[in-house]
């Protein structure tokens, strides 16, 4: 015989059972452990579907290595003076070379400062290039505003390519970073700086 709290206890299992569903992940179900590399292989090729190619992974520093000879870097550096006056350095730096070229201080750099500056560097870089020395290509930069269009302008017309860096990423720009240590570390932190002089 079926009782009434019977009857309530199935009532509310089919009620459950019909209004609540399985939970189910989104997305695509898990592939089992046990499925290799070769069994997908396999799945793909069956299914007219070729592997993707494997890229040749070229690290950012292979390629600073392989096209140093025809890049160029652009960076700012600060030199605090003694009566606390900050004064702003604009260098480009050679990456086969090393040369670097000191090419203005100021203690307001903006964009038309800057691009006067590049091209100045493009007048000095005339005499080389009759000489017969190799132009680089590209031009390694961060993303500081200072650096404007009118500035990448200079740069195109001089026959380089500008490359901005990531942002939050000085390593991008390793070569100048570099110097900038090696100056701080062998003469600023040694000197006491009066003037821009």
Request: net charge positive; glycine share 4%; with cysteine.
């Amino acid at each position: 015989m079926v009782t009434p709290d019977t009857l309530v206890r199935w009532h509310r299992r089919l009620v459950a059972g019909a209004w609540t569903y399985p939970h189910r992940r989104p997305g695509r179900p898990p592939l089992a452990s046990s499925v290799s590399a070769t069994t997908i292989r396999t799945v793909l090729l069956r299914n007219g579907l070729r592997p993707a190619p494997r890229r040749a992974s070229v690290t950012w520093r292979a390629f600073l290595r392989a096209q140093a000879s025809a890049i160029l870097a652009v960076d700012f550096f600060t030199v605090e003076t003694v009566r606390l006056k900050t004064f702003y350095v604009l260098f480009f730096i050679e990456l086969h070379t090393r040369r670097v070229r000191l090419v203005g201080v100021t203690d307001h750099p903006n964009g038309p400062w800057v691009v006067q500056r590049a091209r100045e560097l493009s007048m000095s870089r005339e005499g080389e290039r009759t000489a017969g020395t190799s132009a680089p290509r590209f031009l390694v930069r961060d993303r500081d505003s200072k650096f404007t269009r009118a500035f990448d302008a200079v740069i195109a017309a001089d026959g380089m390519q500008t490359i901005k860096t990531p942002i939050q990423a000085p390593n991008a720009n390793a070569f100048a970073e570099r110097w900038v240590r090696t100056v701080r570390q062998e003469c600023l932190d040694w000197m006491l700086i009066w003037s821009r002089r």
